[in-house]
């Protein structure tokens, strides 16, 4: 794990200098996966809940894990902090955030032993109802998954 050590100081240390900036987007919404435009990994994320207040992310992934079962993980982080607590499910990690233009990455790392190093860029579509992620595992394997998700509009009104 020590090759990210870098460069997540470093990232973190652009972001928090205001190097890299968000330019107004906002992730806030409930959002649905849209399963005929995405390529999932072992876990099938079907949901993302995310409310964003200035540079504080609540954020609440529902997805089955490999079992086949429903699970949960979520954090809150400002944007540019060190790191913060994350919970996938009763396991715990570390999650940092920062802005690389209009795109929201988020890295997961510190988590038990067998536990995967993660990397989300996210990225609003152009409309403001889609999100796109690139989500990449890292440690120990190299697997990658494209996800498009909707914005709910019933939940979003609220």
């Not at 794990?1 to 460069?7: D, E, H, L, Q």
């Not at 806030?28 to 849209?34: P, R, S």
């Not at 990994?41 to 609440?60: H, N, W």
Request: hydrophobic share 35%.
């Amino acid at each position: 794990m020590a090759k990210f050590t870098g460069f997540k100081s470093i990232s973190l240390a652009l972001a928090a200098a205001g190097c890299l900036t968000a330019g107004g987007v906002d992730f806030t919404g409930h959002w649905q996966i849209d399963a005929s435009k995405s390529k999932p990994g072992p876990e099938r994320t079907a949901s993302l809940e995310i409310q964003q207040q200035g540079d504080k992310i609540s954020f609440v992934r529902q997805y089955q894990d490999h079992d086949g079962k429903s699970a949960t993980a979520r954090f809150t982080c400002a944007v540019g902090a060190n790191s913060c607590d994350f919970d996938e499910n009763g396991h715990k990690a570390k999650v940092s955030l920062w802005y690389n233009g209009p795109e929201l990455v988020i890295l997961k790392t510190d988590g038990d032993k067998h536990d995967s190093t993660v990397e989300w860029h996210m990225k609003l579509g152009d409309d403001g109802k889609t999100l796109n992620i690139n989500r990449e595992l890292i440690e120990p394997s190299e697997e990658k998954e494209a996800l498009v998700f909707n914005k709910s509009e019933s939940v979003a009104s609220r």
